[in-house]
């Protein structure tokens, strides 16, 4: 059958309901946490939530865009767009601004760009493309797959951002296995990867050093690398059970609680809504999650199905990650939280990972292209 092109009225009649919703809500909650974060880090009541929500609208236009392309017309691109993403990535390590101590940002007219968070996206294509065309069965492939892939893991590390390069390796990683890579092949990698892990500490920073360290025990540096985390951790303990209501949190309107906005967004939204608020935020997430894999088993399609392991891995890391390090429960790795924390690049990013993912999702009840 041809493959013919998608109708707006075909989406809302065939997409999928419930993952719109959640990531809607999701939304809606992080504006709410902007909102009341910034009150600490700006005297300009409710400058960040407005930018938040117009970058909000930027993304949805980016979202329909996207899912009436297809990833099957993206894929033909999929190489292009990657060495795009590398040229942009090299910029940044040319004349790059420095934030928080990785050269990480591009500077836009009044925009601010993090090429890290469009070359997840970039990555997602190519790895999809890449092994679905040269499946990883040999190790010639494997490595291959691994050599390219290994580009903008490498110009990630040494800007450095340490969170977003795990993130990369674990797209890799997982794309791999759902490309049929054999298992022999897999367990070298780990392997591998685990005996590198202390010859890795040598070429971190000392601030990413000091992380690790307070991670095991804060106390270690109360006033320093260990403050974030104490902070943190008490800004959710304090939530209880129903927390302390909107706009009512004092960890963040009293200054104690560091880069509320954007890295402990959700210690600001539990400090507030506490347990069950917290855990509303989690079963959103758990939806979004079921319904990305959920899309990935319909698909037919060994390029969708590596396409989604790989997104779904992107997602999935940070989610955990930024709610377990604002729990203290994970090293500080500054990874922002989808949907909830400030941030364009960000939001712009995982907005057009699910717009792919929807796309996938369509290409399994009709075959749109």
Same mark, same amino acid.
């Given at each position: 059958?041809?493959?013919?092109? *998608?109708? &707006?009225?075909?989406? %809302?009649? /065939?997409?999928? !309901?419930?993952?719109?919703?959640?990531?809607?809500?999701?939304?809606?909650?992080?504006?709410?946490?902007?909102?009341?974060?910034?009150?600490?880090?700006?005297?300009?009541?409710?400058?960040?939530?407005?930018?938040?929500?117009? %970058?909000?609208?930027?993304?949805?236009?980016?979202?329909? +865009?996207?899912?009436?392309?297809?990833?099957?017309?993206?894929?033909?691109?999929?190489?292009?767009?990657?060495?795009?993403?590398?040229?942009?990535?090299?910029?940044?390590?040319?004349?790059?601004? !420095?934030?928080?101590? #990785?050269?990480?940002?591009?500077?836009?007219?009044?925009?601010?760009?993090?090429? @890290?968070?469009?070359?997840?996206?970039?990555?997602?294509?190519?790895?999809?493309? /890449?092994?679905?065309?040269?499946?990883?069965?040999? #190790?010639?492939?494997?490595?291959?797959?691994?050599?390219?892939?290994?580009?903008?893991?490498?110009?990630?590390?040494?800007?450095?951002?340490?969170?977003? !390069?795990?993130?990369?390796?674990?797209?890799?990683?997982?794309?791999?296995?759902?490309?049929?890579?054999?298992?022999?092949?897999?367990?070298? *990698?780990?392997?591998?990867?685990?005996?590198?892990?202390?010859?890795? =500490? &040598?070429?971190?920073? $000392?601030?990413?050093?000091?992380?690790?360290?307070? &991670?095991?025990?804060?106390?270690?540096?109360?006033?320093?690398?260990?403050?974030? +985390?104490?902070?943190?951790?008490?800004?959710?303990?304090?939530?209880?059970?129903?927390?302390?209501?909107?706009?009512?949190?004092?960890?963040?309107?009293?200054?104690? *609680?560091? $880069?509320? /906005?954007?890295?402990?967004?959700?210690? +600001?939204? @539990?400090? $507030?809504?506490?347990?069950?608020?917290?855990?509303?935020?989690? !079963?959103? &997430? =758990?939806?979004?999650?079921?319904?990305?894999?959920?899309?990935?088993?319909? =698909?037919?399609?060994?390029?969708?199905?590596?396409?989604?392991?790989?997104?779904?891995? %992107?997602? %999935?890391?940070?989610?955990?990650?930024?709610?377990?390090?604002?729990?203290?429960?994970?090293?500080?790795?500054?990874?922002?939280?989808?949907?909830?924390?400030?941030?364009?690049?960000?939001?712009?990013?995982?907005? +057009? @990972?699910?717009?792919?993912?929807?796309?996938?999702?369509?290409?399994?009840?009709?075959?749109?292209?």
């Amino acid at each position: 059958m041809d493959d013919k092109k *998608l109708t &707006f009225k075909e989406f %809302w009649e /065939h997409a999928d !309901t419930l993952l719109l919703v959640s990531v809607v809500m999701l939304f809606v909650l992080g504006v709410l946490s902007i909102y009341s974060a910034e009150m600490s880090v700006s005297r300009r009541s409710g400058g960040f939530a407005l930018r938040q929500i117009v %970058w909000g609208l930027i993304s949805s236009g980016v979202f329909f +865009v996207v899912v009436k392309i297809g990833y099957r017309r993206l894929l033909r691109w999929a190489y292009p767009i990657y060495w795009l993403s590398i040229v942009l990535l090299l910029i940044v390590l040319l004349m790059g601004l !420095t934030v928080k101590g #990785a050269q990480s940002w591009l500077s836009v007219g009044p925009l601010r760009l993090q090429p @890290a968070e469009v070359g997840k996206i970039a990555l997602a294509l190519v790895l999809s493309k /890449h092994l679905c065309r040269y499946p990883p069965t040999t #190790a010639s492939r494997y490595i291959g797959g691994l050599g390219i892939a290994a580009i903008s893991g490498l110009l990630i590390f040494v800007q450095p951002d340490l969170g977003s !390069t795990i993130v990369y390796g674990l797209m890799v990683f997982v794309s791999l296995i759902v490309a049929g890579a054999p298992k022999r092949y897999t367990l070298t *990698l780990s392997g591998v990867g685990m005996m590198l892990l202390p010859v890795g =500490c &040598f070429f971190l920073k $000392e601030y990413q050093k000091k992380r690790l360290l307070v &991670f095991i025990n804060p106390a270690l540096d109360p006033l320093g690398a260990g403050y974030n +985390v104490i902070q943190s951790r008490i800004a959710v303990g304090s939530g209880g059970l129903l927390g302390k209501g909107f706009l009512q949190g004092l960890q963040s309107k009293l200054r104690f *609680l560091p $880069e509320p /906005h954007t890295d402990f967004i959700f210690s +600001v939204y @539990a400090e $507030e809504f506490g347990f069950v608020g917290a855990l509303l935020v989690i !079963t959103l &997430f =758990c939806l979004v999650f079921w319904k990305i894999i959920d899309a990935g088993l319909r =698909c037919k399609d060994i390029r969708g199905k590596v396409l989604v392991a790989a997104l779904s891995a %992107w997602i %999935w890391f940070q989610v955990v990650e930024s709610i377990g390090m604002s729990m203290g429960l994970l090293p500080v790795t500054g990874l922002p939280l989808p949907f909830l924390s400030y941030g364009g690049s960000s939001l712009l990013a995982v907005t +057009v @990972a699910v717009a792919l993912v929807v796309s996938v999702y369509l290409s399994t009840i009709k075959d749109y292209e």
